[in-house]
């Protein structure tokens, strides 16, 4: 009998998509959370003429600022452009994006408020998404995937309620204890109306999903529990994840890290509070992690850039399942030589 002929190799996963699934790779992948943005020159030429809703709402322009970023870096990953903000408009919450960062004009806070936000569909209002996610597709090579996003239900209801950053969170807060059935409703409706929106991102070509949990951080570990969890594996459960891994990310999370091990997600994203070891140890073996330079290291002389890179590459050792990244946002006065310096410090480290 004839033998069979040897199947085709295996078409080999990119080293970002690996190391979220913890297998072993050739070396630790690399991307910078928001690595479009204001410290990269080519953004700024690109915002100087079109503002930034505008920017998000326009494939061909969302697509350039994705792919210029993630070239000019050489990352093993792009993040399509967008920001987690963007479903609120969609549910009927106008955004306005000042110099102080995002602002709702109209928070919600009240029975009468959350009765007028709604449900949408991905495919219509927030249809330059998905082609933005098409476009980028397209043009990357095979080996750096592109990560789809949202924001989390609790963090989205923090701005929702709170009509925009702050410092405490009080009105947030106050909400959830003087109305917490109100704040269950607003939350159950946001994982309901992310979970689609989500969903859509992978469908249009995004291979993996990440969930920004920003303000989780703020709460107690009991109101995590009484808020924050029930909500988030409410999207969870709903979302069609076509086979992406999905990352969850909180800042400051250092004192929720086991219950966040709980969700049902792939990566966890960790800020540079924690030690990613002890992190490890706490989240178990079956989590990745990614993180988790302090962003304020890239105002630093490159020496020690690299050390800390270093440092941080060395208490991880080799185990598998760890995506090199910044603990938050790389900040606008970022010198990109910087960054490119921790893209390469990365990509050359071999452990000795
Ligand atoms: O390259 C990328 O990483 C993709 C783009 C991206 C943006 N926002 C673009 C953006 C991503 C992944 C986000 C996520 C986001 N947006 C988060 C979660 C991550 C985090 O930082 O914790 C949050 C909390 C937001 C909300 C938001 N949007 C804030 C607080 C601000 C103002 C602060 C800032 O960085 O300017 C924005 C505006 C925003 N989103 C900008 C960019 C590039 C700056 C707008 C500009 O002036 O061009």
């Known amino acids: 009998m004839p033998k069979p002929s040897p199947s085709p190799t295996p078409s080999v ?17 690399v991307w910078i959370l928001r ?47 967008s920001d987690i903000l963007i479903p609120l408009e969609a549910m009927g919450a106008p955004i306005v994006y000042g110099d ?11 029975r009468e408020a959350a009765a007028r936000l709604h449900g949408f569909d991905p495919a219509r ?17 095979p080996d750096v995937p592109l990560i789809g996003f949202a924001g989390a239900p609790f963090t989205l209801f923090a701005y929702l309620v709170e009509g925009g950053g702050s410092k405490n969170y009080e009105t947030t807060k106050r909400l959830m204890l003087e109305a917490p059935d109100l704040a269950h409703h607003l939350l159950d409706r946001l994982a309901d109306a992310i979970a689609p929106y989500l969903s859509a991102q992978a469908s249009a070509g995004a291979r993996a999903l990440l969930l920004f949990d920003t303000w989780a ?27 992406c891994p999905v990352a969850y990310f909180a800042l400051d999370s250092a004192g929720l890290l086991e219950r966040i091990a709980r969700l049902r997600i792939d990566v966890v994203g960790l800020d540079w509070r924690v030690d990613l070891g002890e992190a490890r140890t706490r989240l178990g073996p079956k989590l990745a992690v990614q993180g988790n330079l ?35 946002g790389i900040l606008p006065h970022t010198p990109v030589e910087n960054a490119l310096a ?10 000795s």
Do not use: W
């Open 13 to 29: 996963e990119p080293r970002f998509i690996r190391a979220c699934r913890g297998e072993p790779v050739d070396r630790t992948p």
């Open 35 to 81: 690595q479009a943005g204001r410290y990269l020159p080519q953004y700024r030429a690109v915002r100087e003429n079109v503002s930034f809703l505008d920017l998000c709402k326009t494939p061909e322009l969302a697509a350039k600022v994705t792919l210029d970023a993630a070239t000019a870096l050489g990352v093993d990953a792009a993040i399509i452009f």
């Open 100 to 110: 102080e960062g995002p602002k709702l004009p109209a928070p919600v806070r009240t």
């Open 125 to 141: 209002e927030t249809r330059f998404l998905g082609e933005s996610i098409r476009l980028v597709c397209r043009a990357l090579p």
């Open 217 to 243: 951080g703020m709460l107690s570990p009991h109101d995590f529990d009484a808020f924050v969890v029930p909500a988030t594996e409410r999207l969870l459960a709903k979302l069609d994840r076509g086979g």
């Open 294 to 328: 302090d962003p304020c290291v890239l105002f630093g002389p490159r020496s020690s850039v690299e050390a800390r890179v270093r440092e941080i590459l060395a208490i991880n050792a080799g185990r598998p399942g760890h995506v090199f990244n910044l603990g938050h």
């Open 342 to 351: 921790l893209v390469d410090a990365v990509k050359k480290y071999r452990s």
